[in-house]
């Protein structure tokens, strides 16, 4: 066990405060070590057994948790703090959190426990059952301070509405913090430049390289327990195919090179997507901002410094912002609020396996086949090609929530279930009826064709609808619109393409529907 020292120094009483930061909660500024003593106090890591195998999770993000976690224990160590540092290689590490507290409050003089109120439902769910054997011992648990939104605000703004809408939420935001508003309007007259961020990259443009990290020794020492312990677990992991910042230092690098190289061209070309090239324009920070080492308020204002020193046009800075402020304080707020039930629902009655291709990338989609090989070597794919391409197929062939879910979590670097699910359950799938989103993103193979280079290389043909060399999407779709009308043809969202539908021949529609369902049962799953 890593315990940077042996002799316990405690003052007064002996009583000591033991504050517990999880995974994700690698800020300075986390609210479990404000007021910290650094002589009396202990901060309890644990890099659990059960968070590593329980999921399959990507072997990046598997490396890039537990560097950050070490780089993190270390820069308090550097400020004189006591950590109790518990790694996955020690056989003596408990399976858990909860089983680590027991552990040291059996030990340890300990008469305060301080956590900070995790995000995701399963940890929130084990802080507040822990119960420790001593009576004597007070549990305090703090809001997590870092986002920009509380729980309560949200609640308050959530307060009689039966359909709330991140537009609105957004607008809420933007009037609150003042970011891009004058005189109480917003900035350029409009909230939103979503018109002018839909563009296709012309072939000729040239996109800057990712900014790379190279791994330190403490991050090769655990790349080499990774590979050791979970020799074929999903996701490249080889030395040179780990680019990850695991430090604030890094992450700030990142976050720089972003709002200076890539920001300008961010919302332009927003929705994107070209082959070979899975980061285009995009920050790639929210690994960094959901660990904690950046706060989404740093990454929000560098982003409004480089506005205000001209170097980023209004429909970049307003679209990147809108991610943060409105999109990730807005699903987080739905999930504190919905959860565990919003897991549960169901509304399209989706029960069909996940294709194995999702883990293997073998398939002749060539669209699939290129987010599926992105997120294998980087534990990354652009929020289009997450919510277009695999989150697309995933509704259009009504695979089960569950199983779409728990891919999700387990190969994206900056997945944790309070952000995943809502993206994954709500806005991809359609899963909770139209909570999260106004009517589901459900699209034809013509979206991926107009946003993409992808179809170049594919054996179908994104306009054929019916045969053999048919784009799947395509019959898919109104497959998918048949086989949910109940469910969506009031949906005023819905109206024109169910009026496109009512327009097409009896005959047509019922080969649209036998070639999707010969498709679907083609679908490659475990046995
Ligand atoms: P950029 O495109 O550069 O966006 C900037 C930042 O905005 C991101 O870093 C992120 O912090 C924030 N952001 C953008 N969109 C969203 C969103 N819809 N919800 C929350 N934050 C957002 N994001 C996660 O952080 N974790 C997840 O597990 C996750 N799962 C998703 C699953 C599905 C099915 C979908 C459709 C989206 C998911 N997203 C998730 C949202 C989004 O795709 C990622 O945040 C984004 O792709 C991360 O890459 P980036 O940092 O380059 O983002
Ligand atoms: Fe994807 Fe269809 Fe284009 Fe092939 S033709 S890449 S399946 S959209």
Known sequence: MISDSPERTTTGENAQTLRLILTDQLSRSISALDGIDARADLVLMVESPDDAGHIPHHRQKLVLMLSAMRH?????????????????????????????????????????????????????EQLHAWRPQRSDLSIEIREDGRFLCSRERFSRWMDGRSTPRLEHFYHHMRRETGWLMEDGHPEGGRWNYDVQNRKRLPSESSVPARVAFRP?????????????????????????????????????????????????????YQDAMRAGNPFLFHSLLSPYINLGLLTPTEVCEAALTTYRDDQAPLNAVEGFLRQILGWREYVRGIYQLSMPAYARTNFLDATRPLPTFYWTGDTDLACLREAIQSTTQNAYAHHIQRLMVTGNFALLAGLSPADVEEWYLAVYADAYEWVELPNTHGMALFADGGMLASKPYAASGAYIHRMSDFCRSCVYDPKAKLGVNACPFNYLYWNFLIAHRTQLQHNPRMALPYRTLDRMSSPYVHAVTDEAEAFLRRLPTDP
């Open 72 to 124: 993190f224990a270390s820069s308090l160590r550097s400020e004189g703090i006591r950590v109790e540092y518990m790694p996955l290689d020690d056989p003596q590490t408990p399976t858990s959190f909860p089983e680590a507290l027991d552990r040291i409050v059996a030990r340890d003089p300990v008469t305060q426990v301080i956590a900070t109120e995790p995000q995701s439902w399963q940890p929130a």
């Open 216 to 268: 330190d020794k403490v991050t090769l020492e655990v790349i080499a327990l990774i590979r050791r312990r979970f020799p074929t677990r999903f996701g490249e992991l080889a030395p040179a195919s780990f680019a990850w910042a695991v430090t604030r230092e890094q992450a700030f690098l990142a976050l720089q090179e972003f709002v200076d190289q890539r920001l300008p061209s961010f919302g332009t």
